[in-house]
């Protein structure tokens, strides 16, 4: 500053001290990793096109009377009959697949964060009640984590569809059965050792209700864990809902996510095709590596077993 | 050992059981038995005489009982599709299924063991980086869009291989068989790389965390101290050590595999129980349905069985733990 050679000494904006919050620390040490910062951005932005999708895109692949059949299966940079390119070419509808795709995000993206927050919701609180209560709990909880583990995802989730049907709830509610075990058991697995911890007697000597201790004092400490399963289950849900979606099993022909597009696509694929499963493959793959990338970050940054 | 055994199959069984009270009650009490069990195309005095005749007026636990009996007779209801018992036209088509599990398998330990090794010896290297930046892709890869692309690619502009179905086969113990024929294997390849793909991945990474763990081993130490070859190292005490871990892993993910077909059957119209589940669903064929997940369920116990049985015979450590 030149607060020292001015003569009048001119008021020095009081700069507030910097207190290093947890929320800084983990901030500027995921910062460190490039790819991450890369992966968080894209991630960012498919989030904003899959919000803003029905403002940026040039049709909307729902609304019939926008839809030309006559611009059906156009190559990718055709101009269509409205006036506009399909810069991924069409459908055998004549839907712009560029619209489509970006619709088809709002789908992925709702189907795998809601299924996985609720998951979460659900799995950690049974996680917790598990490590808090121990005993007779621990041992019934577990054992179901144990059973629901020991199936593969891909066949609980078809096993429950198989009875439920399509829709996107029901989807999503299959997401969530396949997916909570993974939540307990990470929540259970910090929460034994916190549990042991001077704060939790501390907090149980002042009388506190007992859920106030587990979800005011005990899931605080469990979280770090907690949000690195949630980020790379978040991409598992999206590529399992695909995956449904692709074998039929999944969301409705009515509100087509990605997968759908690329089962939308088979049929066109064996006569060369190849743009109507290709373009919207590629969103899915750029949505789960970016996910991906900042989950591989978190696992470092929040792991403390690798603090330097 | 024997005890460690009799009670790891007693709660083999109380899953099961388990399992089929889900089963049961998903098909049975969600669903309309009336629907599900009755043909469609059957008129009002035909459906309540099937109604009686399959009990379906009894009280709920009854029903499970007489639908436990028949299971365990090997009754499982039969196809409305293909008016054939369910049981039958699912073991029919198990063959195809394993065929191409072990096929992925087997590529995937092909591809995915030396490239492991190489990345644990040399983890600094160029090429070690690039086969660890491609197992993260392959762990990301959506598996059904992968299988599509080789379609693009192999079948319909290269036209190397045939895009669908199990070409020439030979019977052997009664039994189709597609690997044992140059056609058959030309069909196989396509599928079997598909499903191998997350599989490549996992034992890349598997091996090389083995490796570079085993390399830190006093006993590695040693055996250099002694003036062992590098080859010999590597290859006797490294890799025979690190072996017992992937092959576990291996194994268990057979269960997976198979669950795994399902999708890479779609694709490829590979004529496999998966196929055959995602075709009754989509058209309600449920008898089938529930005799697939029977058989699932009691495949997934005896691997489950087996890989445990197996880990506590192959590391005394979890034998002991379990006295």
């Known amino acids: 500053m030149s607060a020292t050679t001015a003569p009048v000494p001119t008021p020095v904006v009081v700069q507030p001290p910097k207190v290093e919050t947890p929320f800084r620390r983990m901030a500027s040490e995921f910062c460190e990793s490039k790819t991450a910062v890369v992966g968080l951005v894209i991630f960012a932005i498919i989030v904003l096109i899959a919000v803003f999708a029905p403002l940026i895109t040039p049709q909307n692949p729902y609304d019939l009377a926008q839809l030309d059949i006559m611009d059906g299966r156009m190559e990718p940079g055709t101009v269509g009959g409205a006036g506009f390119t399909y810069w991924l070419g069409t459908d055998d509808q004549g839907r712009d697949m560029l619209s489509g795709i970006m619709y088809g995000l709002r789908i992925s993206l709702l189907v795998g964060a809601g299924s996985a927050i609720i998951a979460c919701a659900f799995g950690a609180s049974l996680g917790l009640l598990a490590a808090y209560a121990g005993k007779r709990t621990d041992t019934v909880i577990m054992r179901l984590v144990d059973l629901q583990l020991s199936f593969p995802s891909i066949l609980a989730a078809l ?73 790379m289950q978040i991409a598992r849900a999206i590529a ?69 | 050992m024997s005890v460690y055994l009799l009670r790891r199959l007693f709660q083999s069984l109380l899953v099961m059981l388990a399992m089929s009270v889900i089963v049961f009650v998903g098909v049975y009490a969600i669903g309309d038995p009336v629907e599900i069990l009755i043909s469609p195309d059957a008129d009002q005095i035909e459906r309540e005489r099937a109604i009686k005749a399959l009990g379906l007026d009894l009280p709920l636990w009854m029903q499970y009982l007489s639908f436990l009996g028949n299971a365990l007779r090997g009754d499982l209801g039969r196809s409305f599709v293909f008016n054939e018992p369910a049981l039958q036209l699912i073991l029919q088509r198990m063959p195809a299924t394993l065929e191409l599990a072990f096929g992925a398998m087997f590529i995937a330990l092909l591809i995915g063991l030396p490239l492991g090794l190489y990345a644990g010896l040399k983890p600094n290297s160029m090429g070690a980086k690039v086969v660890m930046t491609g197992s993260i892709l392959g762990f990301s890869l959506p598996t059904f869009w992968v299988g599509l692309m080789l379609i693009m690619v192999f079948a319909v502009q290269l036209g190397w291989l045939p895009s669908t179905g199990r070409g020439t086969t030979v019977d052997v113990f009664g039994l189709r068989w597609s690997f044992l024929t140059w056609d058959g294997l030309r069909h196989l390849a396509m599928p079997a ?67 795994f077909s399902v999708v890479t059957e779609s694709v490829f119209a590979w004529p496999g129980m998966g196929k055959l589940i995602i075709d009754s669903i989509n058209v309600l064929d449920r008898p089938v349905i529930v005799a697939y997940l029977m058989i699932i369920v009691l495949m997934f116990i005896t691997i489950n069985l087996l890989v445990d049985l197996a880990y506590s015979a192959l590391d005394p450590r979890v034998r002991l733990e379990n006295k």
């Open chain 1, 159 to 231: 096993m429950i569809l198989a009875f439920l049907g399509k829709g996107v709830f029901n989807v999503v509610l299959a997401l969530v059965i396949v997916e909570w075990a993974y939540y307990a058991r990470t929540v259970r697995g910090t929460a034994l050792v916190e549990r042991r911890r001077e704060y939790i007697e501390a907090a149980q000597c002042l009388a506190l209700p007992t859920h106030r201790v587990i979800f005011r004092h005990l899931l605080p400490n469990c979280l770090p864990p907690l949000i690195v399963v949630g980020t």
């Open chain 1, 240 to 308: 399992l809902e695909a995956t449904l979606s692709f074998l039929g099993l999944g969301v409705p022909i009515t509100e087509p996510s990605l997968g759908l597009l690329i089962s939308n696509g088979y049929e066109y694929m064996l006569s060369g095709k190849y743009w109507i499963s290709f373009y919207p493959g590629i969103a899915l793959l750029v949505t789960i590596v970016s996910i991906n990338l900042v989950g591989d970050q978190l696992r470092d940054v929040l792991n403390p077993r690798l603090k330097k």
């Open chain 2, 193 to 259: 790389l598909n499903l191998a793909l997350f599989k490549i991945s996992l034992v890349i990474r598997l091996t090389r965390a083995g490796v570079r763990e085993t390399m830190l081993m006093d006993y590695v130490k040693f055996a250099r101290a002694k003036g062992l070859s590098p080859a010999r190292v590597t290859y006797v005490h490294v890799f025979k050590n690190i072996l017992i871990p992937v092959v576990t892993v291996v194994g268990l993910e057979l269960g997976s595999t198979i669950a």
